[in-house]
C-alpha cells in the first residue's frame, strides 16, 4: 500500500493486520442511552436554551460578533469555559461536576466522542452488546475531573478503574465521585504510584485469577517539559503536570504500549488519544514492530479547526462480529458511503468558511469566538486545522 511506504498513519478506522475496515457509525445495534458518533458530531450548541436549564450560565452568555444571531460563551475566559462544562455534564448526562483549582478544563464534545468510538470498537469484536451489555475500562491518569469515568458510567453504564498518581488530583477525584452517589459503584480511583498499566491493575477480585479489563483509555500530557506553555490555548486552564510531561505524549503512551506487552491479553484492547500526528505516526511504527500485538485501529477525532487521533492495538486475538463486514476490506457500499461523508463534511466546511469570511469583512483577522467554538465541539464539525 502507497500510503504504508510512506510511513504515514493508517485510515480512520482501519484494522490494519487484518487489512480490514468498517464504519465507527454501522453499529449493528446501541444501547438506548446512547447516540452515534454521527449524530454527536453534527449537534449543535444552543447555549440559550442550556442557560434555561441552567441559569448559572445566563451570566456569561455574549452576543455573537459580526452582528450575528443568537448568544455564545467567550472561550477564553476560563469562568465561562467552566461553567459551560459543568452545565453540559449537569443537563446531558446528570453528571455533577467541580473544578480542581486551576486544573484542565475538558472539552466534554472531544471526551465524549473518545468513549462513543470506544463503544463501537468493543462492539466491532463482540465484547460488547447484547451478552456483554457492561464494560470494564481503565483510565490512566484520570486527574481530577474524573471527567472519562463520570461520563461513561453516567452514559453506558460501563464500570471504572480510575488511575491517578498526584495527590492533590487523586483528592479531587474522589470529591468529584463522591458528588455523584449513583456512580458510587461503578467507579473506583487508585493511587498508580507513578506507574501507568503494569504492577497498577489488581491482580484479581479474590478469586485467584488476574483481573480482566476490555479497554484502557488515555489523554497523555500534550507537551515535553522543555516546550513553551505559550503553545496551549488561553480559557482551558491546566496545571503543569496535566500538560508536561518528560518526552511529552509520545514518551507518555509508549509506556503504555510496554506495559501492554508485559500485560498481554489482560486488557482486549488498550487505546490511547494523541493531539500530533508524528505521534501516531512513531506509535503506528512500534505496533507495526511488535510481534504480539495482533490488530491495531486508528480514528479520528474532528472538532473544528482542532484534530485528534485515537489509537488501539490489541494482544488478544479478535474478529469482526457480523454487521461490521468480514476481514479483508469493507464492502464497497461502506466504502462509498465513508466517501460521499467525507465529501459532505468538506462541502460544508468550505461555505462556513466563505461564510465567515463575508461577514468578518476586510482587515478583520480571522479566528476568534467561532473558531475557538468549533475547536471546543459546539459548533459542528467541519474543517481541519
Not at 180 to 192: F, K, Q, T
Not at 224 to 232: K, P, Q, S
Not at 277 to 302: I, M, N, P, Q, Y
Request: glycine share 14%.
Amino acid at each position: 500500500m502507497a500510503q504504508e511506504a510512506r510511513g504515514d498513519p493508517p485510515r480512520d478506522d482501519v484494522l490494519l493486520r487484518g487489512s480490514s475496515s468498517f464504519s465507527a457509525f454501522e453499529a449493528p445495534s446501541r444501547r438506548a442511552s446512547g447516540v452515534s458518533r454521527r449524530e454527536y458530531r453534527d449537534k449543535k450548541q444552543d447555549f440559550a436554551k442550556l442557560a434555561e436549564a441552567c441559569p448559572a450560565l445566563r451570566a456569561h452568555l455574549v452576543p455573537r460578533p459580526c452582528g450575528r444571531k443568537g448568544e455564545t460563551i467567550d472561550f477564553e475566559r476560563e469562568e465561562s469555559v467552566e461553567e459551560l462544562t459543568r452545565c453540559t455534564l449537569s443537563h446531558e448526562f446528570g453528571v455533577s461536576w467541580e473544578r480542581p483549582p486551576d486544573s484542565l478544563i475538558p472539552p466534554v464534545p472531544n471526551r465524549y466522542t473518545y468513549l462513543l468510538w470506544l463503544r463501537d470498537l468493543l462492539a466491532s469484536t463482540g465484547h460488547l452488546g447484547s451478552s456483554a451489555p457492561e464494560a470494564r475500562g481503565v483510565d490512566v491518569g484520570t486527574g481530577g475531573t474524573l471527567i472519562y469515568p463520570l461520563l461513561g458510567a453516567s452514559a453506558f453504564g460501563w464500570r471504572f478503574l480510575a488511575t491517578e498518581c498526584c495527590a492533590e488530583s487523586l483528592r479531587w477525584a474522589r470529591r468529584n465521585l463522591a458528588a455523584n452517589p449513583r456512580l458510587g459503584g461503578l467507579i473506583e480511583v487508585r493511587d498508580s504510584g507513578g506507574g501507568y498499566l503494569a504492577g497498577v491493575l489488581d491482580d484479581g477480585d479474590g478469586g485467584g485469577g488476574a483481573a480482566t479489563y476490555d479497554f484502557t483509555m488515555c489523554n497523555p500530557p500534550f507537551f515535553d517539559e522543555a516546550e513553551e506553555r505559550t503553545l496551549h490555548k488561553p480559557g482551558h486552564g491546566g496545571r503543569a503536570n496535566e500538560l508536561r510531561c518528560p518526552g511529552g505524549e509520545l514518551a507518555f503512551a509508549s509506556s503504555l504500549v510496554d506495559d501492554s506487552i508485559v500485560l498481554g491479553p489482560r486488557v482486549t484492547w488498550y487505546t490511547t488519544m494523541v493531539g500530533r500526528k508524528r505521534t501516531l505516526g512513531a506509535l503506528v511504527s512500534r505496533l507495526r514492530g511488535e510481534d504480539r500485538v495482533k490488530e491495531f485501529r486508528t480514528t479520528t477525532f474532528v472538532c473544528g479547526r482542532t484534530t485528534r487521533w485515537g489509537l488501539a492495538w490489541t494482544l488478544s486475538s479478535v474478529s469482526l462480529v457480523p454487521g461490521f463486514g468480514a476481514l479483508g476490506g469493507a464492502s464497497g457500499e461502506a466504502q462509498a458511503e465513508g466517501r460521499e461523508e467525507k465529501k459532505r463534511r468538506r462541502r460544508e466546511a468550505k461555505r462556513e468558511k466563505k461564510r465567515l469570511a463575508r461577514e468578518r469583512g476586510e482587515g478583520e483577522e480571522e479566528g476568534g469566538d467561532e473558531d475557538v467554538l468549533a475547536a471546543m465541539g459546539f459548533g459542528g464539525f467541519g474543517g481541519k486545522k
